[in-house]
């Protein structure tokens, strides 16, 4: 299993998007210059993130980004199956045929494994991640880069 930097890119681009949205929308090539990530790779993800209604976009000279629900109800599996589909320690993509048609030896250890970083990253919210963070900086608004 592999969380690819799609993935890593996105949650980071998040977590940026809801600190920096509270004033309004926020344009990529802000969180481009905040993150160091590509304005082309940022647009191909929010297009993603879009698609999956985790992001609305406003057009205009004021346009941007805006978190399409509260940091609170957005969590950090909902932004990783936006932009990469689905984490699978399994090889057989969870069909339980990866041995000759049948479960391999350690198939449920595996498919464990899925559930439980799905729950752990379910439980996750923008929104907690964004409140340790103030609480890590004495509740000073900092603007982080770099997240990974």
Known sequence: MRLTTKGRFAVT???DLAMNAQTGAVKLS????RQSI??????QLFSKLRRAQLVESLRGPGGGYILAAPASEINIAQIIEA???KLDA???NSKANCHHGAPCLAHDLWENLNITINNYLSSVTLQSIIEKKHTESNGKIVTFTHIH
């Open 83 to 85: 932009a990469e589909d």
């Open 90 to 92: 399994t090889q057989c």
């Open 13 to 15: 681009a998040m977590i």
């Open 38 to 43: 590509s304005l082309s790779y940022l647009e």
């Open 30 to 33: 802000a969180i481009s210059e």
